[in-house]
């Protein structure tokens, strides 16, 4: 079972970046989908993006195209979202988690996700 621990969360400015990491360890990161999530408080969970098994195809949301890209570092085991352009509706708690499909089917609702990290907070404010 892989567990995972995000990184790379903090306050920014409007307009700014950051790249946040999910390790991973008991497993390696090839063997899974991994999709990243946000959640505000009082508001469901939401997919931002995901890269997929063996293909290391990658999607993102509409809301986060061209400002959000996905990665997977296998010498680190390691997958990023890298954010640029944030605003402030980016602010939320971030996570990743894991599925054994070969796909990113069901990455925005998060359905076969497990795994699930501790999350780390983006805040993005002025």
């Known amino acids: 079972q892989v567990q995972l621990v995000e990184s790379g969360g903090g306050l920014v400015q409007p307009g700014g970046s950051l790249r946040l990491s999910c390790a991973a360890s008991g497993s390696r990161t090839d063997y899974y989908s991994i999709g990243w999530f946000r959640q505000v408080p009082g508001k469901e969970r939401e997919g931002v993006s995901c890269i997929s098994r063996s293909t290391d195809r990658a999607h993102v949301r509409d809301s986060v195209k061209g400002r959000f890209t996905i990665s997977r570092d296998s010498t680190r085991n390691t997958v990023f979202l890298q954010m640029n352009n944030l605003k402030p509706e980016d602010t939320a708690v971030y996570y990743c988690?894991?599925?054994?499909?070969?796909?990113?089917?069901?990455?925005?609702?998060?359905?076969?996700?497990?795994?699930w990290g501790q999350g780390t907070q983006v805040t993005v404010s002025s």
């Open positions: 988690a894991a599925s054994t499909l070969f796909s990113c089917a069901n990455y925005l609702s998060g359905a076969t996700y497990s795994s």
